[in-house]
């Protein structure tokens, strides 16, 4: 199997309305090295299997019915060096793929993480973004695992050692993950490598609700073992 340097994978259950724009930049980064984008579908029925395809991404299909389980599929037939994640309503910036691939340049990173952006986001999102990214790059550092899956990265090799994402996870996979990753070397945050992340969930709960919600699951997760089995879906 011929490897790349970068496999982007994004999963996905029936977003033909986002998924474009998010391979459209994807196509359009500024890097010099070899990268492959795989989506793991959970059954769309939507067009979004078509979409991916004629945006040269490979799809590969997901039972288990969650996002993480997309992440798995797709990581399992992956062939690149690094495992880059996102999911499929952001939108990254032209050098996001070039500024994780250079973190990896120091060889004792094993994994790391992006900076976020709202994508057409009012003030308050973008206090919001700023409070998030802080503690990503701060908590990450300090042995407390706070990840966004919208932007997570790590050396194939480390991930597999891991047993990577937990396909059977609802919510929290993000988190799970690099508390194991934690575990395996050093961790990076890259304030260049950004994507602009979608706000319809935040707007559709409330921004006290979505607050409370990922606060109490990621307390949860961390100190019980027990993320939320429940995460309604939001199209």
Known sequence: MKKVDVSIIIPAYNEAKYIGACLAAIKRQKFAGTY?????????????????????????????????????????????????????????????????????????????????????????????????????????????????????????????????FNPRLKTSEDTDLGMKLMKLGRFSFSHKATVLISMRRVRKWGYWNFMMFHTRNFLSTHFWKAPSKMYEPIR
């Open 36 to 164: 492959e984008i795989i989506v793991g579908d959970g059954d769309s029925d939507d067009g979004t299997q078509k979409i991916a395809r004629d945006y040269g991404a490979r799809v590969v299909e997901e039972s288990f019915g969650t996002a993480s389980g997309g992440r798995y599929v797709a990581a399992k037939v992956a062939k690149g060096r690094i495992l880059l994640f996102t999911s499929s309503d952001v939108v990254p910036c032209n050098i996001w793929v070039q500024s994780i691939y250079d973190m990896f340049k120091d060889r004792k990173v094993v994994w790391g993480v992006g900076n976020v952006r709202p994508f057409e986001g009012n003030i308050v999102e973008h206090i919001g973004a700023v409070i998030l990214n802080f503690f990503a790059a701060v908590l990450n550092h300090l042995g407390l695992a706070y990840v966004n899956g919208d932007n997570v990265a790590a050396r194939a090799s480390a991930y597999w050692k891991c047993k990577g």
